[in-house]
């Protein structure tokens, strides 16, 4: 049960505020940044710079709370298409309504993309793109260039093409986020992939798509001392440690040659997450001077740009930085 829904910048500014049962304070968004009181529960995600906050008195599951603030915001962005503090404050009128129609007396009714065509009708506004410029450490690997992001990353699942046409379209971008501690001598201590294929489907009608996998994928890794994942998957496998699908993907022909199938929803939805810690070969690598100061002091910390080049992985389009770089001295 929501009490209140609120969407701040990153100044802190409220953005939007919706107060859907009326016993918390109005002043609650001042209070979040600083702390909780008088039994106010706040839970909050950052999203592209933006705060998505809920506030309840209730007893309820954090992780239930916190995966609503992620719909919620996956939603907006189907609708607006892009999601930044200019694009919410140009389409506050449709944000307003669809908060109204995904919580209702601070209970939820539904984050479906689909659904909430029934009941939304105020057109959004949709934004020039802009330019990714590469700002801070983000210039590290893309060499001061500057990227256009695809139309599926702006692009509204709502909004009318100029002259009425619609064009079928679907857009399937694998991300990865990489986790890779290197050693004072630049060797690779641990590793990891954190993985997502994301789909956005703009196809009208209900088709089924069948998306196509390596077929010598494999799942699952042995846990015992001696036990070879390789040997039971070939050398040249790819093994991923767990992962997990969308509900509305069906797995009828996995075991066999790869395939999932799925009728698309509306907007855009994560189709399989997967994990994988097996050796591998990163794009980039990174070696860190430390100069000290003292005994106890760093006077600073470089980080050393990339060696080589992307030319060998032509399916990456660019690769930025998550800005959590730790150093144990």
């Known amino acids: 049960m929501i009490s209140q829904f609120f969407l701040l910048s990153q100044r802190g500014d409220n953005i939007v505020f919706r107060d859907y049962r009326g016993e918390v304070p109005k002043g609650s968004a001042e209070i979040f940044f600083r702390k909780n009181v008088d039994g106010v529960n706040y839970f909050h995600v950052k999203v592209v710079g933006l705060l998505f906050v809920a506030t309840t008195r209730a007893n309820v599951s954090p992780s239930l709370v916190l995966e609503l603030l992620q719909r919620i915001a996956r939603v907006i962005k189907d609708y607006v298409g ?8 140009k389409n506050f009128v449709l944000v307003y309504e669809l908060l109204d129609e995904v919580i209702d007396f601070g209970f939820v009714q539904t984050t479906s993309t689909e659904l909430l065509k029934s009941y939304i009708f105020n057109e959004p506004i949709v934004l020039e793109s802009a330019r990714l410029s590469s700002i801070g450490p983000t210039g590290l690997f893309m060499q001061g260039t500057k990227r256009m992001p695809g139309t599926a990353v702006t692009k509204s699942v709502v909004a009318n093409e100029p002259g009425g046409r619609k064009r079928e379209e679907i857009f399937v971008d694998i991300i990865e986020k990489i986790s890779v501690t290197f050693s004072s001598s630049g060797y690779i201590l641990t590793s990891e992939i954190d993985g997502t294929i994301q789909m956005k489907s703009y196809l009208s009608g209900n088709p089924e798509i069948r998306l196509a996998l390596n077929e010598d994928l494999g799942i699952g890794r042995g846990g015992g001392s001696g036990y070879d994942h390789r040997s039971s998957f070939g050398s040249g496998a790819v093994v991923l440690d767990d992962c997990n699908f969308h509900e509305s993907v069906r797995l009828d022909n996995f075991e066999v040659d790869k395939t999932l199938t799925l009728v698309p929803p509306d907007g855009e939805f994560p189709v399989m997450n997967y994990r994988m810690t097996q050796e591998f070969k990163p794009p980039f690598r990174i070696n860190a001077l430390i100069e000290e100061a003292g005994a106890h002091k760093v006077k600073y910390l470089q980080i050393a740009k990339k ?9 990456v389009r660019y690769v930025t930085l998550a800005n959590s770089y730790v150093a144990r001295i």
């Open 307 to 315: 060696s080589g080049t992307y030319n060998p992985y032509r399916w």
């Open 82 to 89: 892009v999601l930044n503090e200019d694009s919410i404050r």
